[in-house]
Nanobody
């Protein structure tokens, strides 16, 4: 069974940092683009970041997190990461990782319908 499981969320003060992890089981994450998404209360789920497959680790970021968040992958551990620095209260959301059905991120907007395996999410709460 193909699964991804997120971890690392929590409560942090504004300006702080968190690192989210997403570990795959039942399949290798190496061969697919991987993405992080988030959904705040009362809002639609939005793309945060995407990283290409292992052969091309280029990444994209939403404007709201560019320069503060860094996506990376450890192929040996079959794990995806999201390092989040300079957190703001507006970053509060449930964060999801997902494996895309293709190897490359979109150069513009990520279509969630192209992601085939989703985790259950990990909550990030940023307080003032």
């Amino acid at each position: 069974q193909f699964q991804v499981v997120e971890s690392g969320g929590g409560l942090v003060q504004a300006g702080g940092s968190l690192r989210l992890s997403c570990t795959g089981s039942g399949f290798s994450l190496d061969d697919y683009a991987l993405g992080w998404f988030r959904q705040a209360p009362g809002k639609e789920r939005e793309g945060v970041s995407c990283i290409n497959w292992r052969g091309s680790n280029e990444a994209t970021y939403s404007n709201s997190v560019k320069g503060r968040f860094t996506i990376s992958r450890d192929n040996a551990k079959n794990t995806l990461y999201l390092q989040m620095n300079s957190l703001k209260p507006e970053d509060t959301a449930m964060y999801y990782c997902a494996s895309k059905s293709t190897q490359y991120c979109s150069p513009s907007h990520e279509s969630q319908s192209e992601y085939r395996v989703w985790g259950q999410g990990t909550q990030v709460t940023v307080s003032l």
